[in-house]
């Protein structure tokens, strides 16, 4: 059992950043970041595995940035250029397979909030 913790999300205004962390409680091959805005279903924002490989979702290329450090079982998403349309509960995920960005991953935060005003 992986257990995962999210911080560092907040209020900010259009175009600000926000960086979020997740701490793990052992290492995971995979790990991502997920979000779930009101009324919306759970989306892949972005996806590390243990090998370095990075997958992003579309509308946040350019824009967000997944890193993870092994040492410290810490997965970060790094979000600048922030839009309203970012707004939403994030969430950190974790599996020992990688499901890309599909919400399948066995382990799962509490997630975090992240509002962004225009």
């Known amino acids: 059992q992986v257990q995962l913790v999210e911080s560092g999300g907040g209020s900010v205004q259009a175009g600000g950043s926000l960086r979020l962390s997740c701490a793990a409680s052992d290492s995971s091959s995979c790990m991502g970041w997920f979000r779930q805005a009101l009324g919306k279903e759970r989306e892949g924002v972005a996806v590390?595995?243990?090998?370095?490989?990075?997958y992003y979702r579309d509308s946040v290329k350019g824009r967000f940035t997944i890193s993870r450090d092994n040492a410290k079982n810490t997965l970060y998403l790094q979000m600048t250029s922030l839009k309203p349309e970012d707004t939403a509960t994030y969430y950190c995920?974790?599996?020992?397979?990688?499901?890309?960005?599909?919400?399948?991953?066995?382990?799962w935060g509490q997630g975090t909030q992240v509002t962004v005003s225009s």
């Open positions: 590390i595995d243990s090998g370095g490989s990075i």
């Open positions: 995920a974790a599996d020992s397979r990688n499901w890309l960005l599909l919400p399948r991953y066995n382990y």
